[in-house]
């Protein structure tokens, strides 16, 4: 079983930035995909930024240029950033995380972010 914890949502201004963070821990071998997902009011789950085992990134594109994702980590605890620069009205969302372990799924519990003047 694998574990994630959220952390860093908030209100923010238009053009203003936050940094989301999800630990994850438990049964961190073998991970093969970490990385956020967002859902709007009225929308599905979109991805917004992934990155692979091997450092490869997938960003939507709505978020390129703005967004950046990293991964930090031992052997006890990965941990997984989104650093999110000239924040956007749409950028609103409950923002997820997102871990592929092997052949499973895991989602963190979302965390809310509102860009609102």
């Known amino acids: 079983q694998v574990q994630l914890v959220e952390s860093g949502g908030g209100l923010v201004q238009p053009g203003g930035s936050l940094r989301l963070s999800c630990a994850a821990s438990?049964?961190?071998?073998?991970?093969?995909?970490m990385g956020w997902y967002r859902q709007g009011p009225g929308n599905q789950r979109d991805l917004v930024a992934t990155?692979?085992?091997?450092?490869?990134?997938?960003?939507a594109d709505s978020v390129k240029g703005r967004f950046t994702i990293s991964i930090s980590g031992d052997n006890a605890k990965n941990t997984v950033f989104l650093q999110m620069n000239r924040l956007k009205p749409e950028d609103t969302a409950v923002y997820y995380c997102?871990?592929?372990?092997?052949?499973?799924?895991?989602w963190g519990q979302g965390t809310q972010v509102t860009v609102s003047s």
């Open positions: 997102y871990i592929k372990r092997l052949l499973s799924n895991y």
């Open positions: 990155m692979t085992s091997g450092g490869i990134t997938n960003y």
């Open positions: 438990g049964s961190i071998t073998n991970i093969r995909i």
